[in-house]
């Protein structure tokens, strides 16, 4: 019974190991779907567009004709004459309904406006979107980079225990051999330096679960989840002037802020609107009955034109008109202002991109240097031509010179990121 019950924990065991050996890891892409899904800011972002568009139909709805209803029922305490009489005007109760229909015919160019104003807000709102979807995006590639880096420190952290538990089995070789202070000495001195590199492991690991930590606040993927190394990025070729104009084209919040500036220029229209005369076409029909029975009783239709013409405001129209100027100028300068941005951006980006080029290349030649320094002083202090400090010195430079290059590697990854949000292509097929 006891081997039977043996044999089932250990397929269940197998089966569940198999299962997770089964599971796909994770793609860059797919932390970018996960967290585009799920992250509360691009759910504002997309209410936002919602809402734009519920502006556009409310502008629409002062263009169309309005049909109003009406309707009352009123009490008096007695007629007029009290008596009664051929002519009452004044009954005990009194039904009134009416149904009238209003089209605006002139408003000062307001509507119009106010309708151009909301799609322009409209199109502003969707670039919003974008522009959230492509924060969100840089973000979750930091954090993803995040993990691969974090990965590559704790990978090299083992192979720096294992490059040190072997100098200490050496050490401890010519220890026993020959026990003289200088040999225990070195056999001291390996053990603490295992003892670092384990510290160094433990601080990776760390470091490792943090990483995994930031990214799942971003995805809500399992924080455990395999992640692959995406395949090297290519930096967008070309000067400062030719990414300057792909900046402006395919910017949002640049596109943004130059629509934001139409909106201030409708706006202007419609406050100037706003006091214009104001001219509207009515129909209607009008119904009314009594108890007793008036002259007034009958249902009634009519239609006519209204011209409402604002003579005296106290000077409002002249305020409400110099604000939404100001307006206006000001959003032309927040336009010039965000170009100049845009500049500085660019050219920080893609001055730092070629500064991690060069800085990775020179990790490569450095780690290259470093491992075959490395592997010569191994070889000599095995035979016995050279001291420990020789073998500490070269694991040392070897151990931070693989840091080194992991860190360039992946910072030239991530530059390449930067620049391509700083050019507004991040995300997008250009």
């Not at 590559?152 to 070789?173: A, F, G, N, P, Y």
Request: aromatic letters at 8%.
């Amino acid at each position: 019974m006891k081997e039977r019950l043996g044999s089932i924990v250990i397929i269940l065991f197998m089966s569940v190991c198999a299962i997770a050996a089964e599971q796909p890891a994770h793609t860059l892409q797919d932390s970018y779907d996960a967290a585009l899904s799920s992250y509360e800011g691009i759910k504002i972002s997309e209410e936002n567009v919602v809402q734009a568009d519920s502006r556009v139909d409310q502008a629409w709805t002062y263009i169309y004709p309005r049909l109003t209803a009406y309707g009352s029922y009123t009490r008096f305490n007695d007629t007029l004459p009290p008596e009664g009489g051929a002519f009452l005007f004044q009954p005990l109760g009194q039904t009134q309904a009416s149904l009238v229909l209003t089209q605006p015919l002139y408003t000062g160019g307001r509507t119009l406006a106010a309708l151009r104003a909301a799609k322009t807000m409209q199109e502003s709102s969707r670039s919003g979107l974008t522009l959230a979807k492509q924060d969100i995006m840089l973000g979750v590639a930091d954090a993803y980079y995040g993990v691969i880096k974090a990965q590559k420190i704790v990978e090299v952290s083992k192979d720096s225990l294992q490059r040190m538990e072997r100098h200490k089995k050496v050490t401890e070789r010519e220890a026993s051999t020959r026990r003289s202070k200088a040999n225990v000495s070195s056999l001291l001195r390996a053990n603490a330096l295992v003892e670092q590199a384990r510290i160094n492991l433990i601080v990776a690991e760390d470091g490792l679960k943090i990483a995994r930590r930031k990214l799942a606040l971003l995805t809500r993927l399992p924080e455990n989840s395999a992640f692959t190394e995406p395949a090297p990025l290519t930096a967008p070729q070309g000067t400062v002037e030719t990414l300057l104009e792909t900046a402006y084209k395919y910017r949002d919040d640049y596109t943004s802020s130059k629509l934001n500036t139409q909106v201030a220029k409708e706006f202007v229209t419609v406050i100037e609107g706003g006091h214009y005369p104001q001219v509207y076409a009515e129909a209607g029909v009008r119904y009314q009955d009594s108890d007793p029975k008036t002259a007034m009783d009958a249902t009634t239709y009519y239609g006519g034109v209204r011209l409402q013409i604002p003579i005296f405001e106290g000077g409002l129209m002249k305020a409400e008109v110099s604000e939404a100027r100001s307006k206006q100028r000001q959003a032309e300068l927040s336009a010039v202002l965000f170009k100049r941005n845009i500049e500085n951006e660019v050219q920080e980006a893609y001055i730092n991109c070629q500064t991690v080029d060069a800085v990775l290349e020179t990790a490569k030649r450095q780690f290259e240097y470093a491992k075959g320094n490395f592997d010569a002083v191994e070889s000599l202090f095995a035979e016995g031509l050279v001291p420990s400090l020789s073998v500490i010195d070269s694991q040392q430079a070897l151990f931070l010179a693989e840091r080194e290059l992991t860190s360039a590697a992946i910072g030239q990854q991530l530059a390449i990121l930067r620049l391509q949000k700083s050019l507004g292509v991040l995300g997008k097929t250009v």
